[in-house]
């Protein structure tokens, strides 16, 4: 009797073995799963660090692009990227920010908000090639814009608008209902609760999603080469005032540009190896750039929101 | 008597006039506040509707290029067509060229991306613990954050080469070294949205799961996938949706002659490669090469929006209510 049963005791513990194996085979495969993405990132680093850190020196920033590669900078490319990014913020925060107010304090829930509401999450889902094409046919050509930086910094803003939108909304979302009845209750108006109360307590959340969403913008390549910015430029916008005859305030706005990624997608498709040199160290830079964006990013909102108490 | 009436009837007509003026000014900067209150609100709806206006400016421009377009090409042999010579004499436009090298590249990268994101998925969300899944996450979405022209370099000039190690005959431009690069970037995407995904299944079904002595594995696979099976398919269309859409990539590693084919190993155009090539050149505005972008662009949004609409309908329909 006691034998048959420590035999099927046994038998169970048997069983369970089997299936602890499972559990531990699996265990091993996800971290392998991990780490082929930990492994790519850190590859990807090494093969930027080897071959573009010779390149790396103070000329590297101060350089024209040029036909001998050794002499070959990211000038243009950066002053390019730096302005298309000021004017890409310029019109996506105070947009992105004032819809999201409007969706989560303002509307209605009727069909039209409804339709805003869809409307944003698809295009989210859009590829970024598209607002190039779009760019392309209103800006460059209806609008009159041209291939300048105004018409790339508008691209990407409504490229990152939905990702502004979508970080401001969680932000006044996570603000208590009490702050609201609170303002309410000692008669301010909607506006004074938003402008006074809601808005500078979510902006943490706000501030992570603008410099997300601008870190994406950065290193957006596609919508800019269908816009046809050019990828040979040696030569800055022109500051406001400078040159003769003086250069007006906006001129900047209409000048030929180029960008980082551009830059690096030139210097990436020329047979001559020298060049890869560069792409990887411009790549290197560009990769800092928005890593680093990203990190603060992160620890903003980890540093803030421990902060919050409400 | 008439004294006092008269003085008080003075003293009581001068407050309420003041009190009329008083509430007249009340009113008057209520009204104004309110006129006030009402223009910002405006501002603000004017704001929101801009994605709306991006909305429709795409769907316009799309459509009425590639409308000048299917006005020289008919629409079915742009769809039959087996050659895409655009830009020759000797004009062919047969999208299925260009749909053969979107198909090739997104299958590797989803062999790569859906195996490795569901594992990863399954094991931050079930196996790992707290410690793991807080430095793991963020260091997995980084492969995210990298823009994706520095993936193209990196597909380019080191997968490329790897590969050709093992495979000496891959030519330097070819579809699989793109595609597995762009795998590996679309994992967190997969991974990300299924955690989320399980982590929404209550505690008490695996507790139930425990009790009756399943072990972790049985618990993830029997009860907790299935349980967030809509969660992981949505993140699997995003997953999807992106290699469909993604540009630089292919446009430096995969090469951008079209080519008729489903296998990886040669050189292949995307609809989105395309249209980089096309913009690299100058075009004139208006003539029939400057048309094609916008009628692969039109086939490219009509091809993101049917999976991205199937996505939202498997969360809608199959959202588990606990």
């Not at chain 1, 500078?200 to 997300?212: A, F």
């Not at chain 1, 210097?267 to 040199?277: E, I, L, M």
């Not at chain 2, 459509?63 to 062919?92: G, I, N, Y």
């Amino acid at each position: 009797m006691s034998a048959t049963l420590s035999k099927r005791a046994e038998e169970l513990r048997g069983i369970i073995r089997v299936h602890k194996r499972w559990d531990a085979v699996f265990a091993t495969l996800g971290l392998l799963a991990m780490m082929v993405g930990v492994l790519t990132l850190a590859a990807l680093f090494a093969a930027m660090i080897t071959d573009g850190v010779p390149r790396l020196s103070a000329e590297f920033f101060t350089e024209f692009p040029s036909r001998r590669a050794s002499q070959a900078g990211i000038l243009s490319a950066w002053v390019g990227s730096m302005l298309v990014m000021l004017v890409t913020a310029l019109f996506a925060v105070p947009v992105g920010v004032a819809g999201a107010i409007y969706l989560e304090e303002y509307a209605k829930k009727n069909w039209f908000t409804d339709i805003i509401e869809i409307n944003i999450s698809n295009l989210a889902g859009v590829p970024s090639i598209v607002y190039g094409l779009l760019a392309l046919g209103l800006f460059v050509y209806t609008f009159g814009f041209g291939q300048s930086i105004l018409s790339a910094g508008l691209t990407l803003a409504l490229l990152i608008l939905p990702i502004v939108i979508v970080a401001t909304r969680e932000a006044l979302r996570a603000i208590p209902q009490h702050v609201r009845e609170g303002a309410y209750a000692c008669g301010a108006s909607q506006w004074q609760v938003v402008s006074h109360h809601l808005v500078p307590y979510g902006m943490p959340g706000i501030l992570t999603g603008v410099i997300i969403g601008l870190s994406r913008a950065i290193g957006e390549t596609a919508p800019i080469i269908t816009i046809g910015a050019l990828t040979f430029i040696a030569f800055l916008p022109p500051m406001p005032f400078s040159g003769d005859p003086p250069a007006g305030i906006f001129d900047w706005l209409f000048s030929p540009f180029t960008v980082m990624p551009i830059q690096i997608f030139n210097w990436t498709s020329r047979p001559d190896q020298a060049f890869h040199q560069n792409a990887a160290a411009a790549s290197l830079v560009l990769v800092v750039l928005t890593l680093g964006m990203n990190a603060t990013a992160i620890w903003l909102r980890y540093r803030l929101r421990k902060n919050i108490k409400w | 008597m008439a004294i006092t009436s008269s003085t008080a009837g003075a003293s009581l007509t001068t407050p309420t006039a003041k009190g009329a003026a008083k509430l007249a000014e009340y009113a008057r900067t209520k009204a104004q506040r309110k006129r006030r209150e009402r223009a910002i609100e405006m501002v603000l709806l004017f704001a929101a509707c801009v994605s709306v206006f991006t909305t429709v400016g795409i769907v316009y421009v799309l459509v009425k290029e590639s409308l000048a377009f299917f006005s020289h090409v008919p629409v079915w042999d742009f769809l039959t067509d087996t050659q895409w010579t655009p830009l020759f004499d000797d004009a062919h436009f047969g999208i299925i060229v260009l749909l053969a090298g979107t198909v090739t590249s997104s299958a590797v990268a989803l062999a790569i991306a859906i195996p490795l994101g569901t594992i990863i998925a399954i094991y931050l969300s079930e196996f790992a613990g707290h410690k793991t899944r807080e430095i793991m996450k963020p260091l997995l979405e980084l492969l995210s954050g990298v823009p994706t022209i520095i993936f193209g370099y990196f597909a380019l000039l080191f997968v490329t080469p790897l590969l050709q190690k093992i495979y000496p005959d891959l030519p330097g431009f070819n579809v699989l070294s793109a595609g597995i690069v762009m795998g590996i970037m679309i994992i967190p995407y997969v991974s990300s949205l299924s955690e989320d995904a399980m982590r929404a299944v209550p505690m008490s079904l695996r507790e139930g799961s425990y009790a009756m002595g399943a072990t972790r594995f049985q618990t993830a696979v029997k009860v907790v996938v299935p349980a967030a099976l809509s969660g992981i398919a949505a993140a699997y269309i995003l997953g999807i949706s992106r290699a469909v859409g993604e540009t630089m990539i292919l446009a430096v590693a995969a090469g951008m002659q079209p080519n008729l084919t489903l296998n990886p190993l040669e050189p292949a155009a995307t609809i989105t490669a395309y249209i980089v090539q096309v913009a690299l050149g100058d075009l004139p505005h208006g003539s029939i090469g400057y048309q094609t972008i916008f009628a692969a662009g039109l086939t490219l949004m009509l091809l993101t929006l049917f999976f991205n609409l199937i996505g939202y309908w498997l969360r809608r329909k199959y959202r588990e209510a606990y």
